[in-house]
């Protein structure tokens, strides 16, 4: 079955890729965090990085479970895989070998800010010669068939905003079937503040739809970005570590912002999942301990409880810990 993403209209939703998070147990327990649909339209992974050689079919395996399931979370939400590198031919092999496994979509990363990565001719680093991204997606896209859409994630360019308009353009030129853009620069990481209005200019230079990112973490904040740059699709990031059900609520589901008790299941599950998966109790403990720090901004509990859990040592205790979250809140507020 093909996947039409953004192009379908109307109110898009892709739970957007972060690394070192969005793995395919946090994939799984997001999209299934409650009974009723979790509104998220599609998952990116985290980008798989391809240099010299397009990526064996071990690798894409291990790191992809969801290549066994028809290219979707168990909860039956498509997932795309982001590739990340800037030679066109090892990127093209690799997108062609994914789609053979059962990938639904191939998504590549022109945005990653990280300076490891653009020393090494990926991510943000080919903002400064757009035709570079055109010649990546167009290899993708020749190498897989028209059905498998093939996207673009930028920022609004390497230090300014002046040529997002031309990048649009050049991915759009190459084929993308969407183009996601973060609203900052490369130089300014994740520095305030956003630019929404930039996206629109770039939604309004081309054709292809335009998915906006950065700074979604509340429903008004989604409202604003869609006043200001004209978009009706959207890729939410870090707020869905401190509001897993913002995507459900933009859909006008009348879940709460934040419910104690289903958000320390929730977690719970993940740590379960984590576990099950063949992760150590350190990693796992780490990754909780992850999940509380990012969604500490967004709630006071969830500061509380990573309060509590930060210093600790055993992840027994930390979920110990983590069980008395709500009464440590009302301390730290009296």
């Known amino acids: 079955m093909s996947f039409a993403g953004p192009a379908a209209g109307g109110l898009f939703l892709a739970l957007a890729p972060m690394d070192g998070i969005t793995c395919a147990v946090y994939r799984e327990v997001i999209t299934s965090a409650d009974a009723t649909p979790c509104g998220i339209d599609l998952c990116v992974t985290e980008f798989v990085r391809v240099t010299a050689n397009a990526v064996p079919e071990s690798v894409l395996r291990r790191d992809l479970p969801e290549l066994a399931t028809g290219g979707r979370t168990r909860a039956g939400v498509p997932v795309a895989v982001q590739l990340l590198g800037g030679k066109p031919e090892p990127m093209a092999g690799t997108a062609a070998r994914l789609v053979s496994l059962g990938a639904l979509a191939i998504d590549l990363n022109f945005g990653c800010p990280a300076k490891t990565v653009n020393n090494h001719d990926g991510g943000a680093s080919l903002l400064r010669t757009p035709c570079r991204v055109e010649a990546v997606v167009r290899a993708v896209r020749d190498a897989v068939p028209p059905a498998i859409p093939v996207s673009a994630k930028i920022r609004l360019g390497w230090d300014s905003a002046e040529h997002v308009a031309e990048l649009a353009r050049a991915a759009e ?13 490369r130089v300014q990481q994740y520095a305030p503040p956003v630019d929404w209005v930039a996206i629109g200019r770039a939604r309004r230079a081309v054709a292809m739809p335009v998915v906006a990112n950065g700074d979604l973490c509340t429903t008004d904040d989604v409202v604003r970005c869609a006043e200001q740059s004209g978009c009706t699709a959207f890729m939410i990031g870090r707020a869905a570590m401190g509001d897993p059900r ?18 320390r299941a929730l977690l719970h599950r993940y740590v379960e999942t984590l576990r099950a998966s063949g992760t150590t109790e350190h990693a796992s403990l780490g ?10 901004p967004m709630h006071a509990p969830m500061l509380a409880a990573f309060d509590r859990v930060k210093t600790a040592a055993r992840l027994a205790d930390a979920l110990a810990l983590l069980d008395g979250w709500e009464a440590a809140a009302a301390e730290r507020a009296a």
């Open 173 to 185: 030129q190459g084929g993308a079937s969407w183009l996601t853009i973060h609203a900052r620069t």
């Open 246 to 263: 913002l995507f459900a609520r933009l859909r006008g589901a009348a879940a709460p912002a934040f419910d104690g008790a289903w958000m």
């Open 287 to 296: 990754r909780l301990k992850q999940w509380l720090r990012l969604g500490a």
